[in-house]
C-alpha cells in the first residue's frame, strides 16, 4: 500500500487552492459531485468508455468533467492526470469493489480517508476482532455449522451487494445450501429491526460530540431494500416458497429513509464513538464517513453485524439535509460535509491528517 | 377525441400572459396548485357540491377560486368559465376516472399532455404492445389460465386502485377467484422489490437528458403501500389466512419515500428513453410526467408492470424537492415542473406542443 | 391536579418577551429545541446525572442551558427554578412517562396543553368512550376473552412502547399467553396498513381550518417501526416462527416517513374535528399537537386504535418541514409550531387559552 509519505510529497505540489475532487461515476457520486459544487470545489468524474448520460439529467450534481477508462483496472493511468489537476479521491463501495482492493490500495493520488482501513474490514475475521474489541455487540459467529442451533446468516466474503447470503435454520439447510468454494462466516440471525447508521469522524474539527481527538457526527439512518427478502411475504412465508423453488435474496436495489427513537441516541453514538476509538489505536484511525449496519432488538439493543469505512448508498436519500444532519447545517448531505472537511484541512495546513 | 386544431383554435384566444391551471380536487391536486403557485400561476379548483375543507388547512396549496360542480359528469358543462378563465387543465388518474375516458377525451378546453396516449393506456393489451415494442421487459403474460405454472398476478381492466387483483398459484386457485364478468389479464408474479419511477418528458426543453427530440427528466421515485398486502404477513402467511378467510387485497393507500442504487440509473433513464421514443411513434408522443410501475429482482434487473401517462400520487411526496429533484433545482415538484413546463411554453410561442 | 388558576397566577409574574420552553431531554426533544430556536426562544433540557453528549452533535436542536435531575422524580423539585426562568413545559410521551401522570399533573410550571386530557388518555375504557362518542370507528373490543372469534390485539393498560402486546388467534392462545396480573384490553385485529396521522389543534388561530373554536392542522404521518414484528417475515410466518419460540413483539424502535392518498384527506381531517370537539366537551379541549393511530382498510375505512394528546415521536421525521406542512408553511416542523403558537398565545394575551 502506497505510504502516508507518499502521498504527502505528492500534496506538497499541490495547490490548495485550487483542489478537485474525483470519483467513480457510480454508487453515491451524484450526491458527493453535487456536495462539492455546494462548497464550490471541483468535480471530475472518472467512468467507463463514455460520460454517463444520466448526469444531463441532474445539471446540479454533473461533474465539471470527465477522464474516461477502458476498464476500472485503468485507473493507476491516470494517476498523472489527477495528480495535474489537484485531485483528491473519494472512495466509495463501488470504486474500491471495482478497481480492487490491492489496486485502490497502491493508488498514487491523494484519497480521503484512511487506506489502512482496508485491510480491516475487507477480511470478517478482522472486522469482527476491531469490533468486538470495541466493545460492541455483534451477532454470534458459530465456526462449526455442526453448532448451528437457531436460525443463522450466511455471509460470503468481500462486499458483494448483498449476493449470496443465505438463511439457515439447522445444519441441514446449511449444507444444502453452501457453496463449498467459497470463505464463508455464519453468524446468529437477529430478529428485530434494520438500521444503517450513517456516521461521520473528523479528526481536525475542534467542536461538536468530542472523542479523545476530534469529533463525532451521525448524520442520518436508512433501511436498505433487499430484493427479493424484502416483498416476498406477498406471496408466501419462505418456508412455503421454497417448494416452489423461490428462495429469499438479500441484493441491495435501494433504500428508504427512517429514525430512531430518541432515547438511542446515547446508545447510537457510544457505537459510533467506540469502533473510531478502537480505530484509531488499531490502524491510525477511520477517517470521514462510515456506516454501522444493525440490528434494533425489541430490547432495545442494538447488535452490529457489519461495518462500512466509507461513504454507503444510502445516505444518497439526504442529497438536502436529513432528520438529523438538518440538527447540524440547514441541508447538509454527507458528500457536502466530505468536501466541507477537504476545505476545513486545506485552509488549517492539515490535509495529511485526513488524506492517505 | 377533440383534435388538436380544435385546441388550437381554443388557445388563440387566451391570453398567454394570464394563464391559470385546472384540476379536480383529489389525487395530486395539493401539489399541482401548491406548484402553480410557486411559478405564478394562478390556480382553479373543480370540486363537488361545495369547496373540501382541508385546503384551509394548506393555504399555499389551496387554490385562488373554485368551480363547483355536482357531478363530475358536469365537467363538460364548465367548458366555457374555463377558457373563459385561460385555464389549462392538469389531468390526473382520478380527472379521468372520474370524468371518463371517453368524456375527457372530449373536453373542449386545452389540457397538458398527450390525449392520444389514453387509448393505450387504458387497455392493457394496446399497453403490452407499445411497452414491447419499445424493448420492455414486462411480466410474462398468460393468455391461457390453464399455462399457470408459477404464481401470477391477474388483474382486470382499467385503473381501480390496485382493487380486484389478485395472486394465483395455479388454475384451481385462478379458477376459484375469478369473476367470469370482468376483462382480465395474467401476469407471471415478479419476485422483487417494487419502484414507481417518475419521469417527465418534455417536448420543448432542448438541454438536458437529450432525446431524439426534447429532454427526460426522472423527479423521484416511491412504493405503494398497499392494503392490506403490506401488512397481512405480521398476521400470517397468505396460506394460512386463507383459511380464515382473509384474502391478500392490493388496494393503494399511499406511498412510501425510496431510492434505487446509483449504479440503475443507466437502465432506468433507457426505459424512461426507450418508452417515450415509441410512444413518439405510435401517437404522437407522451407529454410531461409519466409513471413505470416497475419490480427490480435480485438479478438487477427491472420489469415493468404498468404506465401511468400523467402525474401519480406517488410524487405528493415530494411537493419540495426529492433526492433526485435537487439535481436539477432545489425544492423542485412534479407540479411545480408542470407549471415551469407551461409558461415555458408560452414564453416560446409552443403551447400547442405541450397541450391537447 | 394543578388548577389553571394556579397556573394564571403563575403567569402573572413571567415576563412574556423573555419566555423559555423546557422538556425532557429525550423522545421529541431535540425537534422542540430546533424548532423553538427558529422562533426564537429559549430553551431549557431537563436531563438526568448530566447533559446527554449528543447534542454536542447537534448544535441547532442543542438547548440554551440544561438542569440537571438525579431522577425524574427530582423534577418537582425544580419548579422555582423553572419558574425563575420563565420557563413554559412541553411535555412528550417520555416526560410524562418518566415522572409519573400523577406528578405530572401537579407540577407547577405553565404547561402547554390541557393536562386534564391525561385522564382520559391513560385509561383505555375512558379513552374509548371519548373516541366513540366523537363518532369514531375503533376495532371492536372483546370485553370476555371467550368471545374472541378471530385475530384480536391484546395491549396491557399504560404506555409502554409497544411492550406486551400480543395477538391471539383464539380463546386458547389468549390463555396461554395472558399476564393475569395485568390490566388488559382485546382489540380485534384490524387488517390493512398503519397511519399515524399528526394533528394540531389551536384555540388561538383565527385562520385555516375552522372548527366550533379555534382551527385544526394536518402536519404529517409516519409508519411506526416495530420490531421484531416488521422484520420477523424474513425469518418465517408467524405460526411457523412459533414452534422456534420466536414470537412477534411490537417494541417501537423509529418511523419511517409516508402520505396517505388525498382523497382520504377529507375524512382525515373529520376525525381530527370530531376528536377535538368531543374533547371539548368532556374536558375543556386538547391543545396543540395530537395523533391519531390508525389502520387503512382495504374498503379505505380508517380505524383508530388508539390516541396520543401530546407530541408523537414520529414528527422527528420532519424537523425541516414535511410534504403536508410545507403547504402551510415552508420548512414547518410540529416542534416549531409548538413555539409559535406560544409566541402567539403571548402576543394575543391568550397564554391561558393554551396553558394549563
Not at 483496472?73 to 463501495?93: C, F, Q, S, T
Not at 435474496?249 to 428508504?256: E, H, L
Request: glycine share 8%; with cysteine; net charge negative.
Amino acid at each position: 500500500m502506497i505510504t502516508k509519505e507518499q502521498i504527502s510529497d505528492i500534496l506538497q505540489n499541490y495547490d490548495i487552492n485550487n483542489l478537485a475532487i474525483a470519483t467513480v461515476c457510480s454508487h453515491s457520486s451524484l450526491q458527493i459531485f453535487h456536495g462539492a459544487r455546494k462548497e464550490g470545489l471541483r468535480t471530475i468524474g472518472i467512468c467507463l468508455k463514455s460520460p454517463p448520460r444520466f448526469y444531463d439529467a441532474f445539471p446540479k450534481a454533473k461533474p465539471d468533467e470527465f477522464i474516461v477508462v477502458d476498464s476500472y483496472k485503468d485507473i493507476p493511468n491516470i494517476v498523472d492526470e489527477l495528480v495535474a489537476k489537484n485531485a483528491i479521491v473519494i472512495p466509495h463501495g463501488s470504486f474500491v469493489e471495482y478497481m480492487g482492493t490491492d489496486d485502490f490500495g497502491e493508488l498514487a493520488v491523494p484519497t480521503f480517508g484512511n487506506r489502512a482501513v482496508l485491510e480491516w474490514e475487507s477480511d470478517r475475521d478482522m472486522e469482527r476482532k476491531w469490533l468486538e474489541s470495541a466493545g460492541i455487540h455483534m451477532p454470534n459467529e458459530i465456526l462449526d455449522p455442526k453448532d448451528i442451533k437457531g436460525p443463522v446468516m450466511v455471509k460470503y466474503h468481500g462486499a458483494k451487494g448483498g449476493r449470496g447470503f443465505f438463511v439457515a435454520k439447522n445444519y441441514e439447510d446449511f449444507k444444502e445450501n453452501i457453496d463449498p468454494n467459497e470463505k464463508y462466516s455464519i453468524q446468529e440471525f437477529i430478529v428485530g429491526t434494520r438500521y444503517y447508521l450513517h456516521f461521520f469522524y473528523s479528526p481536525i474539527r475542534t467542536e461538536g460530540y468530542q472523542l479523545s481527538t476530534g469529533t463525532l457526527e451521525m448524520h442520518s439512518m436508512d433501511r436498505r431494500v433487499e430484493s427479493n427478502a424484502d416483498e416476498i411475504f406477498r406471496l408466501g412465508s419462505p418456508r412455503e416458497l421454497e417448494s416452489a423453488g423461490i428462495l429469499p435474496t438479500y441484493v441491495v436495489t435501494g433504500n428508504v429513509p427512517l429514525i430512531a427513537r430518541e432515547s438511542l441516541l446515547p446508545l447510537i453514538f457510544s457505537l459510533g464513538e467506540r469502533v473510531v476509538e478502537e480505530s484509531l489505536g488499531i490502524f491510525g484511525g477511520m477517517i470521514g464517513p462510515f456506516c454501522l449496519e444493525t440490528v434494533v432488538t425489541d430490547d432495545l439493543e442494538i447488535k452490529v453485524f457489519e461495518i462500512s469505512a466509507r461513504i454507503v448508498a444510502g445516505t444518497n436519500l439526504y442529497p438536502s439535509g436529513s432528520p438529523y444532519s438538518d440538527y447540524i447545517e440547514e441541508n447538509l448531505s454527507t458528500g457536502q460535509r466530505i468536501a466541507q472537511e477537504i476545505k476545513l484541512g486545506a485552509s488549517l495546513g492539515q490535509l495529511d491528517k485526513i488524506l492517505s
